[in-house]
């Protein structure tokens, strides 16, 4: 069995869910190819919503559903939105209608984008300046890794994976899980720093690229298929570790 990361490695063993010596961890990757910084698509898409190139956008891409609690992402950064500070959230689920009727209460329709479901995630991905994470569980998002190889720095809830994955400070901004306050105080420190901004999402591009591509996560599966389907290997595929520890990324 192969768990996505450390985190998720952990609870599949609290669950006493498979044998230990079964268990690696192989971190998801990505396809570089669609996601990287896009200055074209940037304007297309702030051009789309009449947002200019001087406004701090942040925004989120996932499924509208409890999980993800989009709602604390609302209230969080509701203080703070204004002509010149908008909120993206891009995505569809059963709770879209309820997070309509939210930004209706918090009185913020007129600097909230639910853009709904959307076949061009990479090109709303570069309308970003922060991409923002609320969720309350998570595994290890893809989003979150796209999100990073665009060149944009992540605030999100420490939960599931990904801490595992953000290096806080550099590449990203962890905070506590249901917390409103820290949320809205990360999002404004960064909103108020915009060299820490473009420095920490330069970063998380170098990281995504070295550490999260698509090609790195295949090779690292032929390897574990490579060493199960081996003659001389024993009735387990050895101990939990995370394959990545035997080569450089």
Do not use: C
Request: glycine letters at 10%.
């Amino acid at each position: 069995m192969t768990a996505v990361s450390p985190e998720t490695a952990a609870f599949a063993r609290k669950r006493n869910e498979i044998d230990e010596r079964k268990l690696l961890v192989i971190p998801n990757g990505i396809e570089l190819g669609r996601f990287h910084p896009e200055p074209t698509a940037r304007e297309r898409i702030r051009r789309e919503l009449g947002v200019d190139a001087g406004t701090w956008v942040i925004g989120t891409v996932g499924r509208i559903a409890p999980e993800k609690n989009h709602a604390l992402l609302l209230r969080a950064a509701a203080p703070l939105l204004g002509p010149q500070h908008r909120l993206v959230v891009a995505g569809d689920g059963p709770l879209l209608a309820s997070l309509r009727d939210l930004v209706a209460e918090l009185g913020i329709g007129g600097f909230v984008h639910l853009l709904g479901a959307r076949g061009d995630v990479p090109d709303v991905l570069n309308a970003l300046d922060v991409f923002v994470m609320s969720s309350s569980t998570e595994g290890l998002p893809l989003v979150v890794l796209e999100a990073m190889a665009t060149g944009l720095p992540v605030i999100s809830t420490a939960v599931g994976g990904i801490p595992d994955v953000l290096d806080e400070g550099q590449t990203g901004f962890l905070v506590p899980s249901e917390d409103e306050a820290e949320l809205r105080d990360r999002i404004a420190k960064l909103h108020a720093d915009r060299a820490v901004t473009r420095a920490a999402g330069a970063k998380a591009r170098s990281v995504a690229v070295s550490r999260y591509s698509g090609e790195r996560m295949q090779r690292d599966y032929l390897e574990l298929y490579a060493r199960v389907l081996s003659p001389d290997r024993y009735d387990s595929v050895g101990p939990s570790v995370d394959v990545r520890d035997r080569r450089s990324v």
